[in-house]
């Protein structure tokens, strides 16, 4: 069973970027597909975008100017990076695995991200 | 974007209940359809993916059903680990896109 660590900072601030990492162990990072998803305090589920395990990707058009997903398989990381942050992208960010290219069947425990100065 | 609307939004039911969500797509998605259960302060969890197909582990008292754009997620017989909040998911197109979710509160 693939598990997932995200780290990075809790506390950004405005303007600046948010940079994350998920550490995949369990299994080879070259099994999945890999996501991003977030969730405001109190409210729903955003998909960011996924990478494949060869760095091909898709975001999602609302937030696509301002990320950018990497994967590292030598350090079996998923990377999440989230540029000119606002209070609006306060969240936690929850990394996860993607199956049949569409579903999100293993995930991280999360970590919020507070953008404020 | 494909909109996902669940209703209702919150539903208060007792142990033993059946209880039943439902999720719309604003446009056809056959049955490229997941749930998820979310408690707080934790990640949710896929119990269902392709409409109907639970995941291996999850109680036989939770069933999908839909197809196109109208979806349901049942619990035949509500335990007390059941409370928590449901998600439908999209993953017929990109960008994949989540309902607003529906709180299953203990009445």
């Known amino acids: 069973q693939v598990q997932l660590q995200e780290s990075g900072p809790g506390l950004v601030k405005p303007s600046e970027t948010l940079s994350l990492t998920c550490t995949v162990s369990g299994d080879s990072i070259s099994s999945y597909f890999w996501s991003w998803i977030r969730q405001p305090p109190g409210k729903g589920l955003e998909w960011i975008g996924y990478?494949?395990?060869?760095?091909?990707?898709n975001y999602n058009p609302s937030l696509k100017s301002r990320v950018t997903l990497s994967v590292d398989t030598s350090k079996s990381q998923v990377s999440l990076r989230l540029s000119s942050v606002t209070a609006a992208d306060t969240a936690v960010y929850y990394c996860a695995g993607v199956v049949e290219r569409r579903y999100f069947d293993s995930w991280g425990q999360g970590t919020l991200v507070t953008v404020s100065s | 974007d494909i909109q996902m609307t669940q209703s209702p939004s919150s539903v208060s039911a007792s142990v033993g209940d059946r209880v039943t969500i439902t999720c719309r797509a604003s446009?056809?998605?056959?049955?490229?359809l997941a749930w998820y259960q979310q408690k707080p302060g934790k990640a949710p969890r896929l119990l269902i993916q392709?409409?109907?197909t639970s995941q291996s582990g999850v109680p036989s008292r939770f069933s999908g059903s839909g197809s196109g754009t109208d979806f349901t997620l049942s619990i035949s017989s509500l335990q007390p680990e059941d409370f928590a909040t449901y998600y439908c998911?999209?993953?017929?197109?990109?960008?994949?896109?989540f309902g607003g979710g529906t709180k299953v509160e203990i009445k």
């Open positions: 990478i494949s395990y060869s760095g091909g990707t």
């Open positions: 392709a409409a109907s």
């Open positions: 446009q056809g998605i056959s049955s490229w």
């Open positions: 998911q999209q993953g017929n197109s990109f960008p994949f896109t």
